[in-house]
């Protein structure tokens, strides 16, 4: 997380978009549909430099990742 953290904060599209792929990726493979669901829409947001729409995503993905992790340990 503190690598999206970090692209985002440099408004650097192509590094969150790579990392929201493979958060994206590893929900598909996890069964949490929601999760994927909002990592592509974040991965694409991220693509077009669309930075509110990601600001707006990012409660509800830490949200999704700190309601997951958990379950993982």
Excluded: F
Excluded at 16 to 45: M, V
Excluded at 48 to 63: T, Y
């Amino acid at each position: 997380m503190s690598e999206l953290e970090a692209a985002l904060a440099a408004r650097d599209g192509a590094t969150a978009a790579l990392l929201l792929h493979g958060l994206k990726g590893s929900a598909g493979y996890l069964d949490e549909p929601d999760l994927q669901r909002l990592c592509g829409e974040l991965e694409r947001a991220a693509d077009q430099a669309r930075w509110d729409a990601l600001g707006e995503g990012w409660p509800r993905l830490r949200e999704l990742l700190n309601r997951i992790v958990p379950l993982m340990l």
